[in-house]
């Protein structure tokens, strides 16, 4: 068993009343109930992050440095385009991770267009909704399950 954490950044608390054309309507809660039914089927356990701070956010990291935690899948959501910090944090504990996005951000703003932890993930998805999340849930299931 697996422990995985599953981090979202700011505004994404919003899901489902914020911009669905760009975020669609499943509401936080809703897409964590079924990556949580997904994990019990593949025997992992998921712990749920979401915060509008950065200094917390990096805290949080620290701690999965910490107490071992096996994987990280992560919505940065605005911090994606900004924060060098949450990057560093996430370089500093060495715990492999997906980057998700429920728009694709290279449809979108070019202030969008770059992503300051993707060069470091394991994977990036982008524009496929909430199912982006379900799809990272899979892979990192595939890569904590195949032999090192
Ligand atoms: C987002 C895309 C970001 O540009 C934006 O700031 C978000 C959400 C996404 O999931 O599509 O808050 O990460």
Not at 12 to 37: C, F, K, M, V, W
Not at 102 to 114: K, V
């Given at each position: ?15 489902g009343?914020?911009?669905p054309?760009?975020y669609g309507?499943?509401?936080?809660e809703?897409?964590?109930?079924r990556l ?5 089927g ?30 990280i899948i992560i ?9 060098v ?8 504990v ?7 996005h429920?728009s ?9 267009q770059?992503?300051y932890f ?12 909430a199912t982006?999340y379900e799809?990272?849930?899979?892979a ?6 195949q032999?090192?």
């Amino acid at each position: 068993m697996a422990l995985i954490f599953v981090i979202n950044g700011p505004n994404l608390n919003l899901l489902g009343s914020r911009e669905p054309a760009h975020y669609g309507h499943d509401t936080l809660e809703t897409i964590e109930q079924r990556l949580t039914d997904m994990a019990t089927g593949f025997g992992h356990q998921l712990e749920f992050i979401q915060h509008n701070h950065e200094g917390v956010l990096i805290d949080l990291i620290h701690a999965a440095g910490k107490h071992e935690v096996d994987y990280i899948i992560i919505n940065p959501a605005a911090f994606t385009h900004t924060s060098v910090a949450l990057r560093d944090a996430l370089a500093a504990v060495a715990i492999p991770y997906i980057e998700v996005h429920l728009s694709n951000i290279y449809r979108r703003e070019p202030f969008r267009q770059h992503s300051y932890f993707s060069d470091l993930a394991q994977g990036v998805i982008s524009g496929l909704g909430a199912t982006g999340y379900e799809l990272a849930l899979i892979a990192a299931n595939h890569y904590l399950t195949q032999p090192k």
